[in-house]
């Protein structure tokens, strides 16, 4: 068990509608990172969170947004959802903000757009 | 765009024997490696991590050998057993994406290890 947690595990939804997905960082972790997972491929990631501020963004799409709260736990909204939207979504959390320290990953978010 | 490639896409061993993963990055800039394993239905864990200032680190029946000079870095894992199945990613660090002077991690495609009893 990482520490980082995640929900819901698994969510069904229709094309067009708008998801949210929360993450809960380690105790102690002021980092939170977005990546998704498509099926049998690698991690992309969307966007990283640092202590509330959004510190760096890789491939996410416009549709998609995400905040950290002052409790540090941090929610990505997915909007107008595709077919193509249908991938693990996992949260990482780290310590700090600089990629050398090791990011934590939570159990993920399958998300399916039917 | 800096990028980090992987080879191969899958790799499968007889237990007991070695596998090893490369990957090649692009930043020149690169000073922090890790590699993650990926069990089955699981996120990514931390299983080895080198930096610049070394060239090779081992930690039981794994290591990671870094060539600052060639830009690659590999994963060796020894006497293989069933339990090292599962996807490993590689990643270095690079700049481009962070929003100040902080690196950010580009990841490799990933490599699934099958461990053949």
């Not at chain 1, 992309?44 to 969170?49: A, E, P, S, T, V």
């Not at chain 1, 409790?71 to 693990?88: C, F, I, Q, T, V």
Request: proline share 4%.
């Amino acid at each position: 068990d990482s520490g980082v947690t995640q929900t819901p595990k698994h969510l069904i939804t229709a094309t067009g509608q708008r998801v949210t997905l929360r993450c809960s960082p380690r105790s102690g972790d002021l980092s939170v990172y977005w990546y998704q997972q498509s099926l049998d491929q690698g991690l992309q990631f969307l966007i990283q969170y640092y202590n509330g501020e959004e510190r760096a963004k890789g491939n996410i799409l416009e549709r998609f947004s995400a905040q950290q709260f002052p409790d540090l736990h941090s929610e990505l909204n997915l909007s107008s959802l595709e077919l193509g939207d249908s991938a693990l979504y996992f949260c990482a959390s780290s310590v700090a903000a600089a990629s050398s320290y090791e990011q934590y990953f939570g159990p993920g978010t399958r998300l399916t757009v039917t | 765009g800096e990028n980090v490639e992987q080879h191969p896409s899958t790799l499968s061993v007889q237990e007991g024997d070695s596998a090893v993963i490369k990957c090649t990055y692009s930043d020149s800039a690169s000073n922090y490696f890790p590699w993650y394993k990926q069990e089955l239905g699981k996120g990514p864990q931390l299983i080895i991590d080198i930096r610049s200032n070394v060239g090779e680190k081992k930690d039981q029946r794994i290591a990671v050998t870094l060539n600052k000079t060639a830009k690659h870095f590999s994963l060796h894992i020894t006497e293989t057993q069933p339990e090292d199945s599962a996807v490993y990613f590689c990643a270095a660090s690079s700049i481009r994406l962070s929003m100040d002077s902080n690196y950010q991690l580009i990841w490799g495609a990933g490599t699934k290890l099958i461990i053949k009893p």
